[in-house]
Structures are given as structure tokens and as C-alpha cells.
């Protein structure tokens, strides 16, 4: 059985033994944090350790945040231009899906823990951080409103050529918000597959269709 010791045991062992400085390099802090938040952590169920693995933006976005400086401006749009190649377009060309489905992909928080099945249908959790549709008076503040997104924008008819522009912005940044802006909070909702495409068809007509209760009133 394996044991699991505390950060701050296991460099105060490391100090007291002799095995390195007092004064830890960066890069060794990296390692050794690393190495104590695998063995801290064991898969269980959906929820494996794998997910303690960060690809290069989440990487580079945390080390900016440790070091509490924001990204050259040459690194942000290069994460930006690398994450931009990432997204997925709609297949069959239609962006919008049906908007009282995306209501309820919106308020549900269900999936991705270790008690749910692989393949179980996800909740986007939209709620937790936006306001979207004003009956709703439970939401979160870490995003900003959505209410009357499409009018706000201008968007009578999601389908017109007069709509196109925002209308691929909103889908891709759903896909995958770092294309948009480096070290975003905003979870990658298709690329990392939080939900799949349809669904962020459905939330796109949520937050798109004119008819939706988030435009309408």
C-alpha cells in the first residue's frame, strides 16, 4: 500500500535530510509538486488520475499565475493560435439546436465524477458562473451575464449573413475558449468533451435563438 504524505512534510524531510537546499529552484518546486499530487490522488470509477495532467496551455497558464505574471503577449496568441486549430465545426453547417434543451444542459451540473458511468450525458454548469435566463435567480458571478446575449449582439436572425460572425465566435468559444483568450477560466466545454456537439448546438440556441426566453423578454 502506498503512503501518502503531505507537501509540506515531504519537503521539510527533503530539507532536513540534506538532499537539497534550502533554497529550491523553480523547477525543482514543479517536480516536486508533481510528484506528491500523483501519489496524493488515485483513480476511482470515470475519475482518473490522468486528469492531474496539464497539456502545455494549462501548463504555461499556471506557471504565469505562480509567478503572478501575465503572459507575453507572443506566447498568449501563440496558446491562442494553437487552441483555435483545436475547434470543431459543425459538421452539417447548422450551429443552433433547440433552446429549451440547451435551458436544461444549462442548469444541470451532473457528470465527470467518479459516481457517474462512462458515457453518461453531461450538464454544462453554465449556471455556476453566468446568468442566462432571468427566472433563474440561483448563478454564479465568475463569468459574466449572458441575459439577452443575441440581442445584445444585434442577432434577429442566427441564420442570416448578418449573424455569422457572432455566431461562429459564440460556437467556438464554447469548444474551446482559450482560442479566444490565453489563460481563460472557462472550462474547453467540446474539446476537452464536457459536452458534445449537440448539446452545444442546443445551448447556442439557448443563448442565440430570438425565441429563447435568455432573448425574448
Known sequence: MKKYIP??????????????????????????TAKVVQTSFKSKGIATVDRLQQDEANRLCSAAD??????????????????????QWPADGKYLGDWAKGEKIAASGKGLTWADKAGSTNGGNCYNCHQIDKAQVSYGNLGPSLYNYGKLR?????????SKAIVEYTWGKLWN?????????????????????????????????????????
Open 7 to 32: 507537501l509540506t512534510l515531504a519537503v521539510s524531510a527533503l530539507l532536513l535530510s540534506g538532499c537539497m537546499s534550502t533554497t529550491i529552484s523553480s523547477a525543482d518546486a514543479d517536480k516536486l
Open 66 to 87: 505562480v509567478a503572478g505574471q501575465p503572459l507575453n503577449a507572443d506566447m498568449a496568441q501563440a496558446i491562442q493560435d494553437a487552441q483555435m486549430k483545436t475547434i
Open 154 to 162: 444585434g442577432v434577429s436572425d442566427p441564420a442570416g449573413a448578418e
Open 177 to 217: 475558449a482559450r482560442a479566444y483568450s490565453a489563460c481563460t477560466n472557462m472550462p474547453r466545454v467540446g474539446h476537452n468533451g464536457i459536452l458534445d456537439a449537440e448539446q452545444i448546438k442546443h445551448v447556442m440556441a439557448l443563448l442565440l435563438d430570438p425565441q429563447s426566453p435568455v432573448n425574448a423578454n
